[in-house]
């Protein structure tokens, strides 16, 4: 089945009660028993429940992969993840992530003496010199929020596997449209599924997917256990959105380069990053294993203040202030105040994330109007 019939018909089981040709929402905790332990496969939502099966099973089609887990939150399914480790381990992440993962990692996990470190991943030697026998996990997310480095999933899961290391990707920014991280070697695929995936910016969910049994039986494991899940309505919400993921992340990346040309040639922007320029340094990677470069794009004005950051942020009408992405609507953020204000200043600015860039989440809007939008508030 190609990708643009499993948006709409991947893994999906049809309604054994009524043929309902949606997925009913099957809003229940629990389940009637025949008798003892005698059910039909679902006894209690937290465990299982059919509308999440069916989100879960979608989403592993679209990944190309054995088995999806659903989560109740992107950092819900990331903290499965890193649960899936021991006191002690070592994880080694990419230096420019989004803000929440570096706050789970160092303020929550820390604690529990498990040790991160932050590199760049753009080159795989810096991250094998910090290998060592207590490494357990890579995880790396590519294009990076809001930089849109490239990272090389291949050469990152070559080294993985040499190690005997699992390595996870946070596909969030590409999703399967554009990039199936198991294909390329990858072992964990995690999403923010509330942004693409879902793509309507009225849910909060995750997922992961893997192919490995005994690894999702861990993850299956943990996620009943600490209890992170999704409710069947959020589950409902997010299948009737990957629905058009295909439509959606294609016209998300139409726009999105009109979007980044034409930042490129104003005079009063001095960088734009976007992965699909010839010219990014990563561009043989990024075409490589991307099908498309999806819909984000970061760009810093020439005088490089926040003051201009600030108000071109400011006077933009259609593009909405607000963090987040993936949504159909447009939206600005400025990573440094909003999504990555929980990452120190000097971490911030090693990756290149000064005070004065701004983030787009280019929509499914008409590009001419978003591009007068801009002009506008670039002036
Ligand atoms: C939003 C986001 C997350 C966190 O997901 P939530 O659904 O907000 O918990 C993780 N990774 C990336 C790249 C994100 O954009």
């Known amino acids: 089945m190609k990708f643009n019939t499993k948006a709409i018909h991947g893994g999906q089981i049809l309604d ?51 088995h999806g887990l659903a989560f109740a939150s992107g950092l819900a399914a990331i903290d499965a993840i890193i649960k899936t480790l021991n006191p002690g381990d070592e994880i080694i992440s ?18 529990y003496d498990l040790k ?14 910090k290998i060592n026998s207590k490494t357990k996990l890579i995880w790396a997310e590519t294009p990076t929020n809001p930089m849109m480095n490239v990272v090389d999933i291949r050469s990152m899961s070559q080294l993985a596997k040499h190690n005997k290391i699992l390595l996870c990707v946070d596909n ?26 879902a793509g309507h910016s009225d849910v909060v969910i995750g997922a992961i997917v893997v192919n490995d049994s005994i690894l999702h039986e861990k993850l299956s494991f943990i996620q009943n256990a600490s209890g992170a899940t999704p409710g069947p309505m959020d589950c409902f919400l997010t299948l009737r959105g990957i629905k058009t993921l295909h439509l959606r992340m294609q016209r998300h990346s139409e726009n999105a380069e009109k979007v ?42 020439v005088d490089k203040t926040f003051e ?46 000064v005070e004065s860039l701004l983030r787009l989440s280019v929509g499914i809007e008409d590009v001419d109007d978003l591009i007068d939008d801009l002009n506008h508030a670039i002036g």
């Open 260 to 301: 980044a040309m034409y930042l490129k040639e104003h005079k009063k922007i001095q960088n734009v990053y976007w992965a699909g320029f010839k010219d990014h340094k990563n561009y043989k990677i990024a075409k490589s294993q991307m099908d498309a470069f999806g819909g984000m794009v970061s760009f810093i004005p």
């Open 116 to 129: 991160f470190h932050f590199v760049n991943m753009e080159d795989p030697k810096y991250v094998e010199a």
């Open 94 to 111: 990419t230096n420019d992530l989004y803000g929440g993962s570096y706050r789970l990692f160092t303020k929550i996990f820390e604690k």
């Open 16 to 66: 054994p009660a009524y043929g309902s040709v949606m997925t009913p929402i099957y809003q229940t905790s629990t389940y009637a028993q025949t008798s003892p332990g005698k059910h039909k496969g679902y006894e209690y939502s937290r465990t299982h429940n059919p509308t999440r099966t069916n989100f879960e099973r979608s989403i592993a089609s679209l990944e190309n992969g054995n």
């Open 172 to 197: 969030t920014f590409a999703t399967p449209y554009i990039q199936r991280p198991l294909d390329l070697g990858a072992d964990i695929v995690m999403h923010s599924a509330t942004k693409y995936i």
């Open 308 to 353: 201009t950051a600030k108000k071109i942020a400011e006077s933009l009408k259609l593009f909405t202030l607000a963090e987040s992405l993936g949504g159909v609507e447009s939206l600005c953020c400025h990573p440094a105040s909003m999504t990555h204000a929980s990452i120190p200043v000097e971490e911030r600015e090693k990756s290149g994330l």
